[in-house]
């Protein structure tokens, strides 16, 4: 039996500006933190010649043509494309539609699994490479390629996206005093809903795409921000991080009206009453968690959770996507 897992990830600047319809013509740029929440894949040769996928639901298919799970399916059409007797079954830390990235994560643990299998090397390079040829070339998915890269590589990144496609992966010089600062300040909280990012950013892309000046001065501006994110973390200005986390998100919901809600508007209130300095959805927003930077964590937690909301901790990841068990 092979395991493997793939870290989630949250984003600390420039989020948005992964998607294609954007960094084709402008160039990139965001920051990005895997964390220790993570999609595993477990994946064994089975007796009987089926293709067993088990994941929200049981799939028992005669060959890959006849697999629903769209990424499994293109997976093994790439590295298995006669696969039979396979058992595939996916676990995670943290539900799917909560921002995190959860479907790069499982991509990218299925691909190491099935490369484990045929007993390949793969650099992180090419495990995020493969796995946006399946989730933005193969299934056409209007979103960005920040989730695979991050799960690949992990550590706290900053990634650059080229207008010819490629993608420069810089680790953020980020001190272990100010790491471990920035892990006991950030707090995630969950909102209790749950989305289809393609849903929101669909209409970004599509507004990129027709330049629509309002989107693209929106990104470039966040990028800004991202560059701006990126000295303040180096310099270990966390005040300013925090700052520049509020700025982000007024203008992360300025990109669509199914940005945020009446709700995560009152849920954001109630943390910037309760110590919270910055913070913002993760994701394309919608649901998922609300990240928040508060100086007094516990003042922030007893404030959130006595509203209803449940908070995950969590730790920094910097191993990426790896096989666990072979």
């Known amino acids: 039996m092979i395991i493997t897992r793939s870290?989630?990830?949250?984003?600390?600047?420039?989020?948005?500006?992964?998607?294609?319809?954007?960094?084709?013509?402008?160039?990139?740029f965001l920051i990005s933190a895997a964390i220790d929440k993570y999609v595993y894949i477990t994946l064994h040769e089975a007796f009987t010649e089926d293709i067993i996928v088990k994941y929200?639901?049981?799939?028992?298919?005669?060959?890959?043509?006849?697999?629903?799970?769209?990424?499994?399916?293109?997976?093994?059409?790439?590295?298995?494309?006669?696969?039979?007797?396979l058992e595939i079954t996916s676990m995670a830390d943290i539900p799917a539609g909560t921002g995190m990235g959860s479907s790069g994560s499982f991509t990218t643990a299925l691909l190491r699994a099935l490369h484990a299998l045929?007993?390949?090397?793969?650099?992180?390079?090419?495990?995020?490479?493969?796995?946006?040829?399946?989730?933005?070339g193969k299934l056409k998915?209007?979103?960005?390629?920040?989730?695979q890269y991050i799960a690949a590589f992990g550590g706290v990144t900053c990634f650059t996206f080229r207008t010819d496609g490629s993608v420069d992966a810089v680790p953020l010089a980020l001190s272990r005093s100010t790491q471990y600062e920035l892990e006991d300040h950030l707090a995630l909280f969950f909102t209790g809903y749950t989305r289809n990012a393609s849903d929101i950013l669909r209409e970004q892309d599509q507004k990129s795409k027709?330049?629509?000046?309002?989107?693209?001065?929106?990104?470039?501006?966040?990028?800004?921000?991202?560059?701006?994110s990126k000295k303040a973390l180096e310099l270990g200005d966390l005040g300013r991080f925090a700052e520049l986390m509020h700025v982000h998100?007024?203008?992360?919901?300025?990109?669509?009206?199914?940005?945020s809600n009446g709700r995560i508007d009152e849920y954001y209130r109630l943390a910037r009453d309760n110590g919270a300095i910055g913070g913002k959805l993760i994701?394309?927003?919608?649901?998922?968690?609300?990240?928040?930077?508060?100086?007094?964590?516990?003042?922030?937690?007893?404030?959130?959770?006595?509203?209803?909301?449940?908070e995950v901790r969590f730790r920094f990841d910097f191993e990426g996507t790896k096989v666990i068990a072979q």
């Open 283 to 310: 994701g394309a927003g919608g649901g998922g968690f609300l990240m928040f930077f508060a100086e007094n964590r516990a003042r922030l937690r007893e404030a959130m959770t006595g509203a209803g909301l449940q």
């Open 141 to 147: 998915e209007p979103i960005g390629k920040q989730d």
């Open 56 to 85: 929200s639901k049981l799939e028992r298919a005669r060959g890959i043509k006849q697999v629903e799970h769209p990424i499994v399916r293109e997976a093994l059409d790439l590295l298995f494309p006669t696969a039979t007797h």
């Open 118 to 136: 045929r007993r390949h090397t793969i650099t992180p390079r090419e495990l995020a490479e493969e796995a946006c040829e399946i989730e933005l």
């Open 210 to 228: 027709t330049k629509d000046s309002s989107m693209i001065d929106n990104l470039h501006f966040v990028k800004e921000l991202g560059y701006e």
């Open 249 to 259: 998100w007024q203008h992360k919901k300025a990109r669509s009206q199914g940005m």
């Open 7 to 28: 870290p989630l990830r949250i984003s600390l600047g420039g989020g948005g500006t992964d998607l294609p319809s954007y960094y084709q013509e402008h160039t990139g």
